[in-house]
């Protein structure tokens, strides 16, 4: 078993973390104060292949493996976690549903889009009364003539109101439960399509989440997703990626968390000396690094079955799982590190605090993640 990078990853990290170090920190402070929507870093992405990371070539993407995406996503997120997450949906839970269920005539229109920036996508399947439950989504889709009729609403939509591409999930048979559920590509511009509030929420500002609305949509029926009835499948198994995503960009936090105590506790002198001679805040160190290290072999090994074709549930879920948690015990010990200058937004750990936490929510909380984990070991 191989742990080192190959030099065609370890180049993607080196490229990836000069961009971030240039482009993203100089502005992460302000995209989250004024929870600006990261638009401006998007279109630097695009060109450095960023926002096609496994798109094939063929389509315009970058064409990279499922390694080479976490390790973007954990490099853009230590700089700033919203631009990472706004990444990592574009990347996983909208690309990659196109690349494996899409038609060739799907991925040619939507696939070279995607990757070029010229859209950013978002992923529609949340509503007031379905989060985790997905089967019990109301959104409704029915077929008349050449074009599916959609109804419905959507809420805590990543990318909602910038998104111009959607995979919006809605059901075809109401009497068949999740296994109804379809998928559907849909473009920002149809009739029928309305944008509702935008949220403020307690932490990644500049990712703009919102709510989502469809009155009488028209969609072509071409741009079903699959099958009738894939709709279910299809976003469990987009999930299953997105995890990985998830659990890196919480690797990300994480490890700026540690970053900045390293550096903190070096330069704060408390009795005369500096506070990382106390073995009190060396112990807090040596605990971060230490997690921090596994979660990330344990996303790496989620990513690994991915480009081998294994099993990606249970490993995305254990990643996910332990990385979240991590991220929330890194930035609560960061700030204790910090002090009281920590509970200021004098200093990033503050940011960091109230990123990390989503990341136990969103993609399934840690508490699905159980569930994926020891229906796993049940079976």
């Known amino acids: 078993m191989n742990f080192e990078l190959t030099d065609n990853q370890k180049m993607i990290e080196n490229m990836v973390r000069e961009f971030a170090e240039k482009e993203i920190e100089p502005v992460a402070d302000e995209l989250d104060k004024e929870s600006k929507y990261p638009t401006e870093i998007l279109e630097k992405m695009a060109p450095l292949g960023l926002l096609g990371i496994m798109i094939p070539e063929k389509y315009g993407g970058a064409g990279l493996d499922a390694v080479s995406f976490a390790i ?18 574009h990347n996983s839970l909208v690309s990659w549903p196109i690349i494996e269920y899409g038609t060739e005539e799907q991925k040619e229109k939507y696939l070279s889009i ?24 109301e959104t409704t889709a029915e077929l008349d003539g050449d074009h599916y009729v959609i109804n419905g609403q959507k809420t ?18 109401k009497e ?20 509702g509030d935008i949220y403020d929420k307690m932490g990644i500002n500049a990712n703009h989440v919102s709510e989502l609305f469809f009155d009488d949509m028209k969609v072509p029926k071409e741009n079903l997703l ?68 596994a979660a990330r072999l344990l996303v790496y090994r989620s ?25 929330v015990d890194a930035a609560n010990e960061a700030i204790q590190i910090h002090g009281g200058y920590g509970y200021t937004d ?22 699905v993640q159980k569930m994926v984990v020891s229906r796993d070991l049940l079976r």
């Open 72 to 89: 973007v996503i954990e490099e853009i997120s230590k700089k700033c976690a919203a631009t990472g997450v706004v990444t990592e949906v």
């Open 114 to 137: 995607l990757a070029k920036g010229e859209e950013i996508g978002a992923f529609a399947g949340t509503e007031p009364n379905a989060g985790s439950d997905l089967g019990s989504m």
């Open 156 to 173: 805590f939509i990543t990318s909602g109101s910038e998104a111009g591409v959607l995979i919006v999930f809605a059901k075809t048979d």
């Open 176 to 195: 068949k439960g999740h296994r109804g559920i379809s998928a559907f590509l849909v473009e920002s511009d149809m009739d029928g399509f309305q944008v």
């Open 226 to 293: 699959g099958e009738e009835g894939d709709g279910y499948k299809i976003a469990l198994s987009a999930l299953d990626r997105g995890r990985i995503g998830i659990a890196a960009q919480a690797i990300g936090i994480a490890q700026r968390a540690l970053e900045e105590s390293v550096e903190y506790s070096q330069q704060r002198e408390q009795f005369g000396r500096p506070i990382s001679k106390f073995q009190a805040i060396q112990w807090k160190l040596a605990d971060m690094a230490t997690r921090i290290e």
């Open 303 to 327: 990513a690994m079955a991915e480009d081998k074709g294994g099993n990606v549930s249970k490993y995305a879920a254990m990643a996910k799982l332990f990385a979240s948690e991590l991220a």
């Open 346 to 367: 004098e200093y990033v750990v503050e940011r960091l605090y109230r990123d990390a936490k989503i990341t136990e929510i969103y993609e399934g909380t840690s508490e």
